[in-house]
């Protein structure tokens, strides 16, 4: 896979399914445009038809070509006969449709200043309920009094609380996130309409009730009243009133459902004060009129939900959910009767060795997106005899680009503890040169799905290792929680268990390793290159945690994950900090980062540049402007081909292919 190939993965998100109709977004980026484009993809037995298409209307004639569009959260509604999802066209925020199920134009239901969130129907099929961010006045690009000022004009920000903002959304004080309650077939839509809660708290993950009455909520414990890391489940009104407490959670709550007899299932970890890291997320169910505690159907320890793939559904006498284990993504059935039941007891109906994306179901059939080590996703479907069959093959001009596979790697580490990972060669016999590349998080994972660095390292003649160290997630949460108060131990240990192991092989040069990573993975590599760099040739860091006492109060999130990881002592926080240690990188460093990160702010990288330039160090720094702490992921897509370019650019240079 080359650099320019990031273009071949169509993604296809979550699916809609009703009836005999199944439809999905799929989403690609283009280097030409510099953005991401996708339409609606109608997916059946006999194959994949477009519901809508990414080509938009044409250009103005100023040589930008063509305008992109993106479509995007198909919802259908509950009697077929109608789809809502978000549409945005060039770079403009998406903002709500719908379209009859038999085909036709759309018709926009929305155009409000930022952007609509996705559409949930009401039982009725007439009512939808959907998020979005309301701005002050005068920011945005909205107006005040008669003027609309420029961004470099608004009115100075007054802040009074530690959790004002946040990496990839932006400032989130000025302007929350609200619901809304639009009457699809009342006639024209109001396309700005006004908005059921107040801007008092952020919501999210709209539920309706069965009776259509109201809508579930996850809101902040109290309403937002103070900084909290918990977050609990509120009923509002859907013709308007005052918001009710459904469940208060012993964590934070995410993604509701509610079944027909008024259980409400959701997914939340469980913590105390501010610690949330590091934590499993479970499946819980409280009563809707609020008469009995929550309570939890999966064992803390080895159940850990993947909120992301979308609500908990019921089915039957389970309910099914997503359940990370050991770099899978597995789609489960949790007995509704269940309470703390645990990993093994939760039978896998999809996604054994690879990672479920997003499910829906309707009726027997169940829907999924699922990601292998092969492709980016595809989508498969069971018709209640439980086999799931591929209908899409999203990934096929991928796959001819030049796919490697994935082995799986397992060895112990100097305590003796169990590492899991996994290597990807090149072609050939070798030996080839070795890059260890180490995940974000930490309380993240690699999965049996294709990652598209590991690919392009690859190809470029590179074996590359991947492991799941202690501190990472899908492990068990006491894996995940070895690290607290304890970077740069056991999970230093397991890496280089891992890299060891795979230095034996006969295909891999014990004389020629590079080591890289972002995020965490960046504090890792700065880490690693200080304490063991007689093992690599050269670092590539990206992203970077390196000083914990400036990441405490400059980061979105400093003021809480630096507590739960390191703790509040300066001297330990100096002491877990790859920025102490610059003077003793002897090999070349390479320090990455984007201007807008907020996540990991461009001050950690500021510092440990002009430490290891004050050092004598042989040491570059490449900056991405306009980019975030998720440029690798979702950055525009001309910095993620330039990125992988630089990163080939920089091991041709410290760490060559013979």
Same mark, same amino acid.
């Given at each position: 896979m080359r650099p320019i190939d990031i273009e071949l993965q169509q993604v296809p998100g979550r699916p809609a399914l009703s009836g005999d109709l199944l439809l999905v977004s799929v989403t690609r980026p283009d280097v030409a445009a510099n953005a991401y484009v996708g339409g609606l993809q109608r997916v059946g037995r006999d194959g994949v038809t477009a519901w809508t298409h990414a080509e938009g209307r044409q250009g103005s004639g100023n040589g930008a070509g063509p305008d992109r569009r993106h479509d995007s959260a198909p919802a259908i509604s509950p009697d077929g006969r109608w789809v809502a999802f978000l549409r945005s066209d060039a770079g403009e925020s998406a903002q709500l449709h719908v379209m009859p199920a038999g085909g036709g134009e759309s018709r926009a239901l929305t155009a409000l200043p930022l952007g609509a969130g996705g559409p949930v &129907?009401?039982?009725?099929?007439?009512?939808?309920?959907?998020?979005?961010?309301?701005?002050?006045p005068g920011r945005y690009g909205t107006t005040v009094g008669d003027v609309t000022p420029e961004p470099g004009d608004e009115a100075p920000r007054r802040i009074t609380r530690y959790d004002y903002r946040i990496d990839n959304v932006g400032f989130l004080r000025d302007r929350p996130?609200?619901?809304?309650?639009?009457?699809?077939? !009342? =006639?024209?839509? #109001?396309?700005?309409?006004? *908005?059921? $809660?107040?801007?008092?708290?952020?919501?999210?993950?709209?539920?309706?009730?069965?009776?259509? #009455?109201?809508?579930?909520?996850?809101?902040?414990?109290?309403?937002?009243?103070? #900084?909290?890391?918990?977050?609990?489940?509120?009923?509002?009104?859907?013709? /308007?009133?005052?918001?009710?407490?459904?469940?208060? $959670?012993? @964590?934070?709550?995410? +993604?509701?459902?509610?079944?027909?007899?008024?259980?409400?299932?959701?997914?939340?970890?469980?913590?105390? /004060?501010?610690?949330?890291?590091?934590? +499993?997320?479970?499946?819980?169910?409280?009563?809707?009129?609020?008469?009995?505690?929550?309570?939890?159907?999966?064992?803390?320890?080895?159940?850990?939900?993947?909120?992301?793939?979308?609500?908990?559904?019921?089915?039957?006498?389970?309910?099914?959910?997503?359940?990370?284990?050991?770099?899978?993504?597995?789609?489960?059935?949790?007995?509704?009767?269940?309470?703390?039941?645990?990993?093994? #007891?939760?039978?896998?109906?999809?996604?054994?060795?690879?990672?479920?994306?997003?499910?829906?179901v309707a009726g027997e059939r169940i829907a999924v997106v699922q990601a292998g080590p092969g492709d980016a996703g595809e989508v498969l479907l069971?018709?209640?005899? @439980? !086999?799931?069959?591929?209908?899409?093959?999203?990934?096929? *001009?991928?796959?001819?680009?030049?796919?490697?596979? !994935?082995?799986?790697?397992?060895?112990?580490?100097?305590?003796?503890?169990?590492?899991?990972? &996994?290597?990807?060669?090149?072609?050939?016999? /070798?030996?080839? *040169?070795?890059?260890?590349?180490?995940?974000?998080?930490?309380?993240?994972?690699?999965?049996?799905?294709?990652?598209?660095?590991a690919q392009v390292y690859a190809a470029a003649g590179y074996a590359v290792v991947l492991a799941n160290p202690r501190g990472s997630a899908g492990y068990g949460e006491s894996h995940g929680r070895a690290v607290l108060h304890a970077l740069g131990t056991v999970d230093a240990d397991d890496l280089l268990a891992l890299l060891d192991a795979v230095l034996e092989r006969p295909d891999t040069d014990a004389d020629r390793v590079g080591v890289m990573g972002?995020?965490?993975? =960046?504090?890792?590599?700065? &880490?690693?290159?200080?304490?063991? /760099?007689?093992?690599?040739?050269?670092?590539?860091?990206?992203?970077?945690? +390196? !000083?914990?006492?400036?990441?405490?109060?400059?980061?979105?999130?400093? &003021?809480?994950?630096?507590?739960?990881?390191? =703790?509040?002592?300066?001297?330990?926080?100096?002491?877990?900090?790859?920025?102490?240690?610059?003077?003793?990188?002897?090999?070349?460093?390479?320090v990455v980062h984007s201007e807008q990160d907020w996540r990991c702010p461009l001050e950690q990288a500021q510092r440990l540049f002009v430490a290891l330039k004050k050092a004598g160090a042989d040491t570059e720094f490449l900056l991405f402007p306009g980019e975030g702490h998720e440029l690798t992921r979702s950055g525009r897509p001309r910095h993620r081909v330039q990125r992988f370019e630089a990163v080939l650019d920089w091991w041709a240079r410290h760490l060559p292919v013979h």
């Amino acid at each position: 896979m080359r650099p320019i190939d990031i273009e071949l993965q169509q993604v296809p998100g979550r699916p809609a399914l009703s009836g005999d109709l199944l439809l999905v977004s799929v989403t690609r980026p283009d280097v030409a445009a510099n953005a991401y484009v996708g339409g609606l993809q109608r997916v059946g037995r006999d194959g994949v038809t477009a519901w809508t298409h990414a080509e938009g209307r044409q250009g103005s004639g100023n040589g930008a070509g063509p305008d992109r569009r993106h479509d995007s959260a198909p919802a259908i509604s509950p009697d077929g006969r109608w789809v809502a999802f978000l549409r945005s066209d060039a770079g403009e925020s998406a903002q709500l449709h719908v379209m009859p199920a038999g085909g036709g134009e759309s018709r926009a239901l929305t155009a409000l200043p930022l952007g609509a969130g996705g559409p949930v &129907w009401a039982p009725d099929s007439r009512r939808i309920a959907f998020t979005a961010r309301v701005p002050e006045p005068g920011r945005y690009g909205t107006t005040v009094g008669d003027v609309t000022p420029e961004p470099g004009d608004e009115a100075p920000r007054r802040i009074t609380r530690y959790d004002y903002r946040i990496d990839n959304v932006g400032f989130l004080r000025d302007r929350p996130q609200r619901l809304f309650v639009l009457d699809v077939l !009342a =006639g024209e839509p #109001e396309l700005e309409p006004e *908005p059921l $809660t107040d801007d008092a708290a952020s919501v999210a993950d709209p539920a309706w009730t069965p009776d259509g #009455e109201a809508v579930l909520v996850t809101a902040p414990r109290d309403w937002d009243r103070a #900084e909290t890391m918990h977050a609990d489940l509120y009923a509002v009104p859907a013709a /308007g009133g005052v918001p009710r407490l459904v469940v208060r $959670t012993e @964590g934070r709550a995410e +993604n509701p459902a509610v079944a027909a007899d008024g259980t409400v299932f959701f997914y939340a970890a469980a913590f105390e /004060g501010f610690a949330r890291a590091a934590t +499993n997320a479970g499946l819980w169910a409280a009563p809707l009129d609020g008469s009995e505690p929550p309570r939890r159907l999966t064992d803390a320890e080895s159940v850990d939900c993947v909120a992301s793939a979308g609500p908990p559904a019921p089915y039957g006498d389970d309910v099914l959910v997503v359940v990370a284990d050991r770099g899978a993504a597995g789609l489960r059935r949790v007995p509704r009767a269940g309470s703390d039941v645990s990993l093994p #007891e939760l039978p896998v109906l999809t996604g054994e060795r690879a990672a479920v994306r997003s499910f829906a179901v309707a009726g027997e059939r169940i829907a999924v997106v699922q990601a292998g080590p092969g492709d980016a996703g595809e989508v498969l479907l069971a018709d209640g005899d @439980g !086999a799931f069959t591929a209908l899409t093959a999203f990934s096929a *001009p991928l796959r001819d680009s030049g796919v490697r596979p !994935a082995e799986e790697i397992t060895t112990t580490s100097a305590d003796g503890y169990p590492v899991h990972g &996994w290597v990807v060669t090149p072609e050939g016999d /070798g030996p080839h *040169p070795v890059l260890l590349v180490v995940h974000g998080g930490p309380f993240a994972a690699y999965e049996w799905s294709l990652f598209d660095e590991a690919q392009v390292y690859a190809a470029a003649g590179y074996a590359v290792v991947l492991a799941n160290p202690r501190g990472s997630a899908g492990y068990g949460e006491s894996h995940g929680r070895a690290v607290l108060h304890a970077l740069g131990t056991v999970d230093a240990d397991d890496l280089l268990a891992l890299l060891d192991a795979v230095l034996e092989r006969p295909d891999t040069d014990a004389d020629r390793v590079g080591v890289m990573g972002g995020s965490y993975g =960046g504090f890792m590599t700065g &880490w690693l290159a200080a304490h063991h /760099g007689r093992r690599f040739r050269a670092a590539w860091s990206e992203r970077a945690v +390196n !000083a914990w006492d400036s990441f405490a109060g400059s980061s979105d999130i400093g &003021w809480t994950f630096t507590d739960v990881y390191v =703790g509040g002592d300066p001297e330990e926080q100096r002491k877990r900090s790859p920025l102490t240690y610059a003077a003793d990188i002897g090999i070349p460093f390479a320090v990455v980062h984007s201007e807008q990160d907020w996540r990991c702010p461009l001050e950690q990288a500021q510092r440990l540049f002009v430490a290891l330039k004050k050092a004598g160090a042989d040491t570059e720094f490449l900056l991405f402007p306009g980019e975030g702490h998720e440029l690798t992921r979702s950055g525009r897509p001309r910095h993620r081909v330039q990125r992988f370019e630089a990163v080939l650019d920089w091991w041709a240079r410290h760490l060559p292919v013979h």
